[in-house]
């Protein structure tokens, strides 16, 4: 059974930080470009961090670009997100994504979600 399961949420003060983990489980983790996306109340969800599938890439959205670190560790089946400086308008639930084309076959997979707050 496949899984993706988010950790590491919560509230924290603006200019705090935040670590979370995703552990992904069931599929063949190291052929999988991971990402982590996030999903504000009345926004459309959006791309915030992306790691090719070992690690060698990262791209990240203008507004956590410096900020926010992605990675992964693929003995552990594990993807991360290095959150600081941490401002009120990073308030979201981060979603973990894993994506895998090959010969026209697409598979894509989410976790559940994993709510940040960032509020003084």
């Known amino acids: 059974q496949v899984q993706l399961v988010e950790s590491g949420g919560g509230l924290v003060q603006p200019g705090g930080s935040l670590r979370l983990s995703c552990a992904a489980s069931?599929?063949?983790?190291?052929?999988?470009?991971m990402s982590w996306y996030r999903q504000a109340p009345g926004k459309e969800r959006e791309l915030v961090a992306a790691?090719?599938?070992?690690?060698?890439?990262?791209n990240y959205a203008d507004s956590v670009n410096g900020r926010f670190t992605i990675s992964r560790d693929n003995a552990k089946k594990t993807v991360y997100l290095q959150m600081n400086s941490l401002k009120p308008e990073d308030t979201a639930v981060y979603y973990c994504?894993?994506?895998?084309?090959?010969?026209?076959?697409?598979?894509?997979?989410w976790g559940q979600g994993t709510q940040v707050t960032v509020s003084s």
């Open positions: 994504n894993a994506k895998r084309q090959r010969f026209g076959l697409l598979d894509t997979y």
């Open positions: 069931g599929f063949t983790f190291s052929s999988y470009a």
């Open positions: 790691i090719t599938t070992a690690g060698g890439s990262t």
